[in-house]
């Protein structure tokens, strides 16, 4: 099993940047994908960014490509998101994901583990 702390999300004026962390806890970490998730109100949790368990697959979303960043460092059980150009439509509830696999996840149904949340608020 693997268990999920996100943190470092904030408040932040459109154009700024932010660093967000996923600190895992558990044996499986180092041969988990993690994925990015974010969930606006009102509207269905959607993909950001995915890393493979080694860190030499990344994928991103249409909409974050050239502005975030996916990276992971196994030796400190944590994987990173930083997001730069911040807009605010990027404003979300943002979620962690794990899930062990060949491939390279990216659907919310795909991964097992979740951790709960830290917001990111972006104002105009």
């Known amino acids: 099993q693997v268990q999920l702390v996100e943190s470092g999300g904030g408040s932040v004026q459109a154009g700024g940047s932010l660093r967000l962390s996923c600190a895992a806890s558990?044996?499986?970490?180092?041969?988990?994908?993690i994925g990015w998730f974010r969930q606006a109100p009102g509207k269905e949790r959607e993909f950001v960014a995915a890393?493979?368990?080694?860190?030499?697959?990344?994928g991103y979303a249409d909409s974050v490509k050239g502005r975030f960043t996916i990276s992971r460092d196994n030796a400190k059980n944590t994987v990173y998101l930083q997001m730069n150009s911040l807009k605010p439509e990027d404003a979300a509830i943002y979620y962690c994901?794990?899930?062990?696999?060949?491939?390279?996840?990216?659907?919310?149904?795909?991964?097992?583990?979740w951790g709960q949340g830290t917001q990111v608020t972006v104002s105009s």
């Open positions: 994901a794990a899930r062990s696999a060949r491939w390279l996840p990216s659907r919310p149904d795909e991964f097992n583990y």
């Open positions: 890393i493979s368990y080694s860190g030499g697959s990344t």
């Open positions: 558990g044996h499986t970490f180092r041969s988990s994908n």
